[in-house]
């Protein structure tokens, strides 16, 4: 069995309370520093996913193996519980990683989760990575970020973005620090049939209503709140780390325990 050993991103004090953020589909571990500025009491664990960033680009690049590579993460926050925040595919992810390490994880904040998505909209968005997934240059990729769930991100946060996670790709373009090959895999992943958190685990899911249609249907909604599980909805655009930065991060540190890990 393959164990990548992933690129893990760290913010806050060595001795903070434990969070593990996790990024989703096309995204980088690096997205988090702004937003564990708001946590001084945390430390932030963001790792680069499989086939994503710093991290190894080999295969394989399935859930299971995202799942392995994170628990490995989890080794290095040390004892007792941690809290798991997970954006997009990573809230996909932090579930199935609490159903995987359900003693290790204090609880669960889902931003805006995708999972079971719609299998015809998740082969629209591979079949865009294939042929969509570069660009001629930074300008034409600031436009495509604009246009695709960045709206209402501030200026500044995107155009760090442009310019830690913008690479050189072959002949002339630019594109983003990640496997196309891993991409596609991916958005395959999140047609994959839904899963719940263990029972009793804290957990908060926000949806942003300005996705259309949602990436978290009813039906899992319905199935969360039955749960326990606390669903708020928010008048945002899909990147909620960076678009409500202050909130989501208010969020996890509701999360935290109330006492510092020994």
Avoid: N
Wanted: hydrophobic letters at 45%.
């Amino acid at each position: 069995m393959v164990v990548h050993d992933l690129y893990v991103h760290e913010f806050g004090p060595a001795d903070g309370l434990p969070i593990l953020a996790i990024h989703g589909v096309t995204g980088h571990g690096d997205r988090w520093r702004r937003w564990a500025g708001r946590i001084p009491q945390a430390r932030v664990l963001a790792p680069d996913l499989i086939g994503h960033g710093r991290s190894s680009w080999l295969p394989p690049w399935d859930i299971d193996d995202q799942v392995d590579a994170l628990a490995a993460v989890l080794d290095r926050a040390g004892e007792g519980p941690v809290t798991v925040v997970g954006h997009s595919y990573g809230g996909c992810l932090a579930l199935h990683l609490a159903r995987r390490l359900p003693d290790r994880i204090g609880g669960l904040l889902l931003l805006d989760p995708a999972m079971a998505v719609d299998p015809a909209r998740m082969a629209a968005a591979a079949e865009s990575t294939v042929w969509d997934g570069d660009y001629t240059d930074a300008e034409e990729a600031w436009h495509d970020k604009r246009a695709t769930g960045w709206t209402d991100v501030p200026e500044e946060v995107l155009r760090e973005e442009l310019d830690t996670h913008l690479i050189d790709y072959p002949r002339g373009r630019v594109g983003w620090r990640m496997s196309i090959p891993a991409v596609v895999t991916t958005w395959g992943e999140l047609a994959k049939p839904w899963v719940l958190p263990p029972a009793g685990m804290p957990v908060t899911v926000v949806r942003a209503s300005k996705v259309q249609p949602p990436y978290l249907r009813a039906d899992h909604v319905d199935a969360l709140l039955a749960g326990g599980a606390t669903v708020l909805d928010w008048d945002c655009e899909h990147m909620i780390p960076q678009e409500r930065e202050a909130d989501s991060a208010a969020l996890a540190a509701g999360l935290l325990p109330t006492r510092a890990p020994r």
